[in-house]
Nanobody, 125 residues
Framework: VQLQASGGGLVQAGNSLRLSCAASERFFSRWFMAWFRQAPGKEREFVAAINWSGGSTIYADSVKGRFTISRDKAKNTMYLQMNSLKPEDTAAYSC???????????????????WGQGTLVTVSS
């Protein structure tokens, strides 16, 4: 499985961006896709995840109410709509996919088998 992330850029605080992650193959019921991010000098952190089949979602507390994760099954593509961006959202955002995941493990980076390259999001104050 190959993942291609896109959509990053430079925005002012309070504005929005939408990230996309296109997958080379179809996913099935126990697959999850997720976004993780890593800011300079910090460890990678979980942002959001979605169950490919049922569409259930999980969010980090830091982005709840501002970010929305979604997927388009027909296009094998996952999205991250980021609203009300803050300077602390500045990071390289990477998408990931994994099979046989459950809700309790879907926030852990090591549970994912496939990773796309990062797309840089920079939020200026």
């Amino acid at each position: 499985v190959q993942l291609q992330a896109s959509g990053g850029g430079l925005v002012q605080a309070g504005n929005s961006l939408r990230l996309s992650c296109a997958a080379s193959e179809r996913f099935f019921s126990r697959w999850f896709m997720a976004w993780f991010r890593q800011a300079p000098g910090k460890e990678r952190e979980f942002v959001a995840a979605i169950n490919w089949s049922g569409g259930s979602t999980i969010y980090a507390d830091s982005v709840k109410g501002r970010f929305t994760i979604s997927r388009d099954k027909a296009k094998n593509t996952m999205y991250l709509q980021m609203n009300s961006l803050k300077p602390e959202d500045t990071a390289a955002y990477s998408c990931a996919a994994g099979s046989s995941l459950i809700q309790s493990t879907a926030t852990t980076a090591s549970a994912y088998h496939y990773w796309g390259q990062g797309t840089l999001v920079t939020v200026s104050s």
